[in-house]
């Protein structure tokens, strides 16, 4: 079922939590809502799944409007951060509960109920654990439980709050995978929140990047990442360098470096910056063409990437990301005084670059 | 086996030192008493502990006490979770007042709040007044006593309540909710059987504190052997009558009962606990 979200406001006392927010979400869609904490992608959801009201906008679900409808009544499936998973029950009627408490006349019969449960449980993989109690099981196992309890009612609709904040590293990467498995089996639309960029770039059919209560950018993963609209998805996406210029009718130059642009034609003299990705860095030993000279201070070569830090002369610091044998290739050691070119560059005029430099 | 005291090692030193303190603690403070009551009775022989406790009087007190006490924690139990609920989930002005007022009943000392609920109940006092046209009386009657073990109990169910209310996730209710639960399903299957062992524990506690209650209720109950007698009052008055053996003997079954009762009590917790599974 398709999702239209429309100008929709939420305040809660002074704070803004959502300004003006519209969105369409298609039929069968895998979308995460991306952003820092406090940028409103939890209200966001909350507001689909109806457990808040939005002070202004409407819900559509499926082009009826739900704005006004009950959480109950919504027939949406909703995943908790912290599982939420009933502690007295078992594993079985914890997956149960959604079926036996529907009124009698739709309630299946105890067999049906039973069939349906264990149907649910061996597609988490859990089935041998249906007697245990929610105490007994391990991060994972309960947010699997409590993803089969909020399937068992067959949801038009599944939201996840941060489904996977909870869990370790390894868990995480491994449940990552099989939402998007499940996902493509069941073909449910299905929202998921997340502050982690890797995840919602990896699992996600789209990505909406959230920050201050407004969308900043939404596109697929890829071209998010290739192309972010504004310096705040730049720099939310994952790490960068900054190099501050000038743009003058679509000319870049930043210091000595100059780079023809295939955009801000009628930039006129404007101050800008360029956020640079550490593996769109090239590092070189001639200073012809570089973009930046620095001295090398750390040199961590672990893993497939060997990552050099550099300090600029004004204490700045750069990061890059080079191949091994590109690293070889340079023969660098700390102390070295190297040269970096970009591959590529994202670059913004100051007027909407200014506002803010994000850590992450 | 070698050392049951040294299981595990622990960076926290004194264990052993600890755990002594408490063993003599406990020793002196709760088994003592106790060795003595039991010691003072052996002496009576069985023939006078039989004609000291077997007496109808003695009988009908010790039932009286058990069964006011009994009823008095199950009123507790619903209306001590209703305060604790309302404490716990709507603001209103003067909670904090409200709050401090469920307490009033510890701090009170035993025989002001019998001599209030005498003047209260009594056939010309404020309340009893208008019971005793309906033909209800409250005070010198079973009920009389009744009402003074709620007000003492009250505070017990509430207090251990509350905290498991408010720990209790606002999540879960929404699952609920969002699983398409009522209300009253949400009630019925999710909060009431989480705060069901703290209940009990509240229900345990004011139950216990009832059987052995004395100041509130002696003022209230007026006292009429096999009518409103509790069997505290038989105690104490075999005391002023120098009947220290025929005392104990009274205290003793008081004692075995109450052993029973809460060892059962301990045994629907341990289910209980169990249902919920190992934490």
């Known amino acids: 079922m398709s999702i239209e979200i429309r100008n929709i406001r939420k305040q809660f006392g002074q704070f803004t939590a959502l300004d003006n927010v519209s969105l369409d979400i298609a039929a069968g869609e895998l979308l995460a809502l991306l952003g820092p904490s406090g940028c409103g992608k939890t209200t966001l959801l909350r507001i689909i799944a109806g457990l808040e009201k939005p002070d202004a906008g409407q819900v559509l679900f499926g082009g009826a409007d739900a704005t006004h409808t009950h959480v109950a009544e919504r027939q949406v499936g909703f995943v908790f951060q912290h599982y939420a998973l009933f502690r007295h029950m078992t594993v079985f009627d914890n997956v149960a509960f959604g079926l036996s408490v529907k009124p009698r006349r739709e309630r299946p019969s105890q067999e049906e109920i039973r069939e349906r449960v264990m149907k649910l449980l061996k597609m988490v993989q859990l089935d041998w654990l249906a007697d245990a109690y929610p105490g007994q099981l391990s991060g994972g196992q309960r947010q699997r439980i409590a993803l089969a309890r909020s399937l068992a009612v067959e949801p038009k609709v599944l939201l996840l709050d941060e489904p996977f904040g909870a869990l370790d590293a390894k868990v995480r990467k491994d449940l990552r995978r099989w939402l998007r498995e499940l996902h493509n089996d069941m073909h449910i639309t299905s929202v998921f929140v997340t502050h982690d960029q890797e995840e919602a770039l990896e699992v996600s059919d789209r990505v909406v990047v959230m920050d201050h209560g407004h969308i900043e950018q939404v596109g697929r993963p890829d071209d998010i990442y290739e192309h972010p609209a504004t310096p705040f998805v730049t720099q939310f996406l994952g790490d960068v360098n900054l190099f501050h210029g000038r743009v003058d009718a679509g000319q870049l130059t930043i210091g000595s470096y100059e780079q023809a642009l295939g955009q801000h034609q009628d930039a006129d003299g404007d101050a800008a910056v360029a956020y640079v990705r550490p593996h769109d860095l090239d590092l070189t030993l001639q200073a012809a063409g570089a973009l930046a000279q620095g001295r090398v201070e750390h040199i961590h070569a672990v893993g497939p990437v060997v990552r050099v830090e550099l300090q600029q002369a004004d204490g700045q610091t750069i990061e890059a990301a080079v191949s091994k044998e590109r690293f070889r290739a340079l023969g660098i050691v700390p102390g070295d005084t190297v040269y970096v070119t970009p591959r590529k560059l994202a670059v913004f005029l100051q007027e909407d670059a200014g506002q803010q430099d994000y850590v992450i | ?279």
Not at chain 2, 11 to 21: A, M
Request: positive net charge.
């Open chain 2, 1 to 279: 086996m070698s050392n049951i005291l040294n299981l595990r090692h622990s960076v926290l030193p004194g264990f052993r030192l600890s755990f002594g303190i408490t063993l003599f603690w406990l020793a002196l403070i709760v088994l003592l008493p106790f060795a003595a009551l039991v010691y003072s009775t052996v002496g009576m022989g069985w023939d006078g502990f039989a004609a000291a406790v077997g007496s109808p009087r003695v009988i009908a007190a010790i039932r009286l006490s058990f069964f006011t006490a009994g009823l008095s924690a199950l009123i507790n139990l619903v209306f001590g979770f209703l305060v604790a609920w309302v404490l716990v989930r709507y603001p209103f002005p003067g909670k904090r007042l409200v709050d401090a007022l469920v307490d009033l009943p510890f701090a009170l000392p035993t025989a002001v709040a019998g001599i209030a609920l005498t003047t209260l109940y009594a056939p010309n006092g404020w309340i009893g007044q208008y019971l005793a046209p309906l033909g209800i009386k409250v005070s010198f009657t079973p009920l009389g006593i009744i009402v003074a073990l709620t007000f003492i109990g009250l505070p017990f169910v509430v207090r251990t309540v509350q905290p498991v209310l408010e720990d209790l996730e606002k999540e879960l209710e929404e699952a609920a909710t969002c699983l398409g639960a009522s209300r009253w399903d949400i009630f019925r299957r999710v909060i009431f059987p989480a705060t069901l062992p703290s209940l009990i524990t509240g229900g345990t506690m004011a139950f216990a504190r009832a059987t052995g209650e004395y100041g509130s209720v002696i003022f209230i109950a007026g006292n009429i052997p096999m009518v409103s007698e509790i069997a505290p009052l038989i105690i104490v008055s075999k005391l002023d009558q120098f009947d220290q053996q025929g005392a104990t003997a009274v205290a003793l079954v008081m004692l075995g009962i109450s052993f029973v009762f809460l060892l059962l009590i301990n045994l629907i917790q341990w289910w209980a606990a169990r249902r919920h599974g190992a934490r």
